[in-house]
């Protein structure tokens, strides 16, 4: 059974940086791409960022420009790079590994974005 597990969400103010973590149970070459969605309270989950296979990356509008996704294959781990977070990037990260068909989700982390 495939794990995801993120870490590293927490309280920051506006303007700030926060990396968030997503350590996968396999080989994250195993998988046509691992994405980074949030939920924020009250709307629906939707898409932050992706990495395919191949290295290529995709960002919702919303977060161009301020999030990096990034990866290393040696530790099975997806990154999220945040910077100048807006209180609007409050939300549950989730991470979700996709192969063909099927796709799994991790948990989620909690970021917080207030002054």
């Known amino acids: 059974q495939v794990q995801l597990v993120e870490s590293g969400g927490g309280l920051v103010q506006p303007g700030e940086s926060l990396k968030v973590s997503c350590r996968v149970s396999?080989?994250?070459?195993?998988?046509?791409?691992v994405a980074w969605h949030r939920q924020a309270p009250g709307k629906e989950r939707e898409f932050v960022a992706s990495?395919?296979?191949?290295?290529?990356?995709d960002y919702a509008d919303s977060v161009k420009g301020r999030f990096t996704i990034s990866r290393d294959h040696t530790k099975n781990t997806v990154y999220l790079q945040m910077n100048n977070l807006k209180w609007e990037d409050t939300a549950v990260y989730f991470c979700?590994?996709?192969?063909?068909?099927?796709?799994?989700w991790g948990q989620g982390t909690r970021v917080t974005v207030s002054s």
């Open positions: 396999e080989n994250i070459f195993n998988f046509n791409s």
């Open positions: 979700k590994a996709n192969i063909l068909s099927r796709h799994y």
């Open positions: 990495i395919n296979v191949g290295g290529r990356t």
